[in-house]
């Protein structure tokens, strides 16, 4: 077994306009081979900073939280094709620790944000956003793929590298002037975040933020937000 280190850059991301650097460290070990360029894939999330809507770094960058977080991630290469550097959240998962100290985090952010609404992505935004609703007191509402709902839906075509695809959400799980936290795992191509974004103020409902664990700059993903603000924990490695 190789053991290839890798530095993830230590990030927290919202809508002020300074920056603030912090250290690197060395990601969980993996089985590897060579390295490809990474290329767009549809169902692989990242970010990057808009010039439209400059991004800092939290006030305490030093968080000692933020590198267990950061340590806790497994990089597989080559996942689920070749070129792709996946970010496995399961190993995160299994660190109850790292876990628990990466809901308190965005506990700690939008606990007095005034969020009745904590709207997830399909499927890992599902696992972050239920403990966030009930510690914020807000209600979760899941944004499925197509024919996942079984009541009456409104939907968001949104663009994928190679065609389109849906997202979907109950009619009535949310109401005009509420105010909406929209949950990931990670951000790539920014498709499912803009997606969300759309499909909740159409009907009336504010976004107060975008918020999720990883960030990827390759695919670019922050430009397609607009002017809406985005929170990340950690940047991916070699960003």
Not at 19 to 25: C, G, K, Q, R, V
Not at 222 to 236: H, M, S, T
């Amino acid at each position: 077994m190789m053991l290839l280190r890798t530095t993830v850059s230590i990030l927290l991301w919202s809508s002020s306009p300074s920056f603030i650097a912090s250290p690197t460290l060395a990601a969980t070990p993996f089985k590897t081979k060579s390295h490809s360029p990474l290329v767009a894939f549809p169902n692989y999330r990242s970010t990057l900073a808009s010039p439209r809507c400059t991004e800092m770094a939290a006030e305490d960058a030093q968080d000692p939280r933020l590198a267990k977080i950061a340590s806790a991630i497994r990089v597989i290469p080559d996942f689920p094709k070749p070129g792709i550097m996946f970010q496995d959240i399961t190993t995160l998962l299994l660190d109850t620790q790292a876990f628990k100290d990466t809901i308190d985090l965005f506990v700690e952010r939008y606990k007095d944000k005034e969020i009745s609404v904590v709207a997830g992505i399909e499927a890992r935004g599902f696992i972050f956003g239920p403990p966030i609703a009930l510690a914020i007191g807000a209600k979760f509402v899941p944004m499925r793929k197509p024919n996942k709902l079984p009541g009456k839906v409104i939907s968001e075509e949104y663009s994928l590298e190679y065609g389109t695809d849906t997202m979907e959400m109950h009619v009535g799980a949310v109401e005009a002037g509420e105010r909406a936290l929209i949950i990931d795992d990670l951000i790539a191509t920014g498709g499912t975040l803009g997606a969300a974004i759309r499909l909740l103020e159409r009907v009336g409902v504010k976004v107060v933020e975008c918020a999720c664990v990883i960030a990827l700059p390759e695919l670019k993903g922050r430009e397609r937000l607009g002017d809406n603000p985005l929170f990340v924990l950690v940047n991916a490695p070699g960003a």
